[in-house]
């Protein structure tokens, strides 16, 4: 109860401090003040492919029934975490934007470089992480009998597919989105990371969709039996509040766009705004897309992670990682 109440004082407080420090920033959401430019050849575009295709190939190669394409997989996916802590270490870094951001707009974007150092080091212990995986894989040569619906005690393919791919977009979309909230008004390349953020987000929302019908096609496992009625509780409760974050934050994002009068990219595709602009509505939705729901999503990330290590190495239980893994 303690632990809600405290919760529920920082959100408040931050949608308070948003939205009171936002009032003087109207261009708290989508781009440049000038109309937004395609970069030549839609390198922009292609580079978004790149992503989503890595992640696709990730998300089908560590789920296959072969060991061999289960280990070249998880050396992809360690490269692709390695690939976004260099991304941050070699680039960003020599940018100068962290030490000379776009002006803040509330007090919370002076965290960003912080959150940028978190997130980049996450990913480059992942991929160190799943580079030993891969090493240990490389004398793997089981068989997974895994058909594509989900069993009463496991995941099937599919619904391992469309999580691991939901998961590595939706990870990749933070510091991309945080990165490209921070690049200076005047940078030829920004809105080149606004057609990939976008991009992404509503592939993201698309999978989301697919994942919600197969869902209602072939009903889910059970929770793991080994789990104290809490511990279930808990577990359910983060698991509906991650499905809402994956829904509200496109939406908020998309809409969040839309009032402030610009456009939502699909790799080369443009959809303009589909009603007119708002300053009020472009705060009140940027809060909630820039803010709330981010650090929300942090809390959430972070039960979720820390309650499967608890479950996987203090209680010594498998079978939790086992129903998405193996
Ligand atoms: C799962 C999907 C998405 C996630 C996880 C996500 C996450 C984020 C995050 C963490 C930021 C940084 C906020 C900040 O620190 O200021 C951001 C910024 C942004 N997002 Fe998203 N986003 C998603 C989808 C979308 C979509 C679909 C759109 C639009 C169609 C969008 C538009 C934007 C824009 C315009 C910004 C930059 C705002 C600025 O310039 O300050 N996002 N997003």
């Not at 394409?69 to 050396?75: H, M, S």
Request: glycine share 6%; aromatic share 12%; charged share 10%.
């Amino acid at each position: 109860m303690r632990l809600f109440a405290a919760v529920s004082t920082l959100l408040t407080s931050l949608v308070v401090i948003a939205t009171a420090s936002a009032e003087n920033a109207i261009q708290l959401s989508a781009g440049a003040t000038s109309a937004p430019t395609r970069m030549a050849g839609n390198i922009d575009s292609w580079a978004a492919l790149a992503i989503v295709a890595t992640a696709l190939i990730s998300a089908w190669a560590i789920n296959h029934y072969a060991a061999r394409v289960r280990t070249v997989g998880t050396l992809v996916s360690a490269l692709a975490c390695l690939s976004v802590a260099a991304w941050f270490f070699f680039y960003i870094l020599n940018t100068g934007f962290l030490e000379n951001p776009k002006p803040n707009q509330t007090p919370l974007d002076s965290a960003k470089p912080a959150l940028l150092w978190i997130q980049a080091s996450l990913s480059l212990v992942a991929g160190l992480f799943l580079l030993l995986v891969f090493k240990r894989r490389l004398n793997d040569s089981e068989m997974l009998a895994i058909s594509a619906k989900n069993a009463t005690d496991r995941y099937g393919s599919v619904s391992r597919f469309l999580h691991w791919s939901i998961a590595i977009l939706f990870l990749a979309l933070i510091p991309m989105g945080i990165f490209t909230s921070i690049i200076p008004e005047d940078t030829a390349y920004r809105n080149a990371y606004y057609v990939v953020h976008k991009t992404l987000g509503v592939i993201v929302f698309l999978l989301l969709l697919l994942r919600l019908i197969w869902n209602g096609l072939s009903p889910k496992p059970a929770l793991e039996s080994s789990l104290k009625p809490i511990e279930r509780k808990l577990a359910h409760g983060v698991h509906v509040a991650l499905y809402l974050m994956m829904i509200a934050l496109p939406l908020t994002g998309f809409i969040m766009t839309s009032y402030h009068g610009y456009p939502t990219f699909f790799f080369a595709w443009e959809f303009g705004p589909l009603w007119a602009p708002s300053d009020s509505a472009t705060i009140i939705w940027g809060s909630l897309h820039k803010y709330l729901l981010p650090y929300l999503l942090y809390l959430i990330l972070g039960a979720h992670i820390l309650g499967a290590l608890k479950h996987r190495f203090l209680d010594k239980h498998s079978e939790g990682m086992k129903r998405m893994l193996s």
